[in-house]
């Protein structure tokens, strides 16, 4: 019997050495497991940043200036300014109109569905080497007072294409600060109001009255030439500077 309770703890010291006899051989192959992650993922990291790199270079040698000659030109005739925060997809132009004044606001977002503008033979139109593309941009123009909280406010719902200013719809809102605060809580509130009537179903003459009323507020086929150009412009502008941000994100230790 004590033959068989020696060997017994013989056997249970043996067991109980063996996880310890084993440990360091496992410890190696979890530090060369993770040694071997954190080469890949540095690789994967260094080769995103190099083609970062390279996109970055390509779009800033193929970007116009800072102040292209159109909107120079555009700005030197001060009828709208325009805000243009970085980072943001939206462009607010405003002026002022005697006792009133224009907004003008616009997003970048509709550079995406540009189209392949076609000739009168029904094929793609180029621009110089490169084909011509032309894309409907969403415009929405406000007028406010500037006395009288209770005067409201006038919107159009506009479709700005091809130098020309399509007008959808016509909104009157009573409170002016509703029609042009820019948060969530005033959209949805400008949701449950009545948009007005479908434009194209007004009276001719009706219709006619609306468009000679924003041209005499500087709402031209010029402004609707200069909008399409300014949303190319902001959009190359801010991919060069995504480019730039995520570059530099990546290549952070």
């Known amino acids: 019997m004590f033959a068989r309770t020696a060997a017994l703890r013989t056997a249970t010291a043996i067991l109980a050495r063996t996880p310890a006899a084993c440990a360091p051989a496992a410890v190696a192959a979890r530090a060369f497991s993770l040694s071997a992650f954190r080469a890949s993922v540095a690789a994967t990291d260094s080769e995103l940043v190099d ?12 970007t116009q200036p800072a102040m292209p000659s159109f909107l120079s030109e555009f700005l030197a005739r001060k009828t709208f300014t325009v805000q243009d925060r970085p980072g943001d997809n939206e462009v607010v132009m405003a002026r002022e109109f005697g006792n ?12 995406a569905n540009a ?46 294409e091809g130098g020309q200013l399509q007008i959808t719809n016509v909104t009157f809102t009573d ?9 969530a809580e005033a959209d949805y509130k400008r949701r449950g109001q009545y ?18 009323y924003l041209e005499a507020r500087g709402v031209t086929a010029e402004l609707a030439e200069f909008i399409p150009e300014y949303v ?13 941000r995520v570059k530099a994100f990546v290549s952070r230790a």
Request: hydrophobic content about 40%; charged content about 30%; overall charge negative.
């Open 100 to 111: 009133e004044k224009i907004t003008v606001t616009f997003s970048i977002d509709d550079v």
């Open 115 to 160: 189209q392949p503008i076609e000739d009168a033979d029904g094929q793609p139109a180029r621009d110089g080497d490169e084909v011509a593309y032309d894309f409907p941009v969403a415009t929405v123009i406000t007028v406010t007072k500037k006395t009288g909280a209770d005067a409201g406010a006038i919107t159009f719902q506009t479709i700005v």
């Open 195 to 212: 948009v007005g009537p479908v434009f194209d179903e007004l009276d001719d003459n009706l219709a006619a009255a609306f468009h000679t």
């Open 175 to 183: 409170d002016p600060v509703l029609a042009v605060a820019d948060t």
């Open 51 to 62: 083609v970062l790199a390279k996109e970055l270079q390509f779009e800033k040698e193929n």
């Open 232 to 244: 190319e412009f902001k959009e190359q502008n801010e991919y060069v500077r995504w480019l730039d």
